[in-house]
């Protein structure tokens, strides 16, 4: 039986510490649904599945490039989160592939 396999994406905007300190590095997985890892390119400028895959899990943090590619791929969710005066807030949106 084949499962649709759902990635619930985060993006840290704004004035968050994440987004910050790595900003080549803002998209991180923050739930599956019927997958523990997934396969995204290791190097952006690759056709997808071309080159050197590498495997990716809830927490793991993403470039842009490989979240449009799972976003291409998969049933997938975004949410962005800031960071106000110590305070998070959260902006939800469906992505289409």
């Given at each position: ?18 987004a ?75 992505l289409?592939?």
């Amino acid at each position: 039986m084949n499962k649709i396999v759902k990635v619930h994406l985060t993006r840290y905007v704004g004035e968050h510490p994440i987004a910050i300190n790595t900003p080549d590095r803002v998209y991180e997985i923050a739930e599956m649904e019927n997958a523990v890892v997934v396969n995204v390119n290791k190097q952006a400028k690759l056709e997808y599945g071309e080159g050197t895959q590498i495997e990716v899990s809830v927490g793991d943090r993403l470039s842009k490039q490989q979240a449009v590619q799972i976003a291409n791929t998969y049933e997938t969710t975004l949410i962005a989160i800031s960071s106000d005066n110590n305070t998070s807030t959260e902006h939800g949106s469906l992505l289409k592939g």
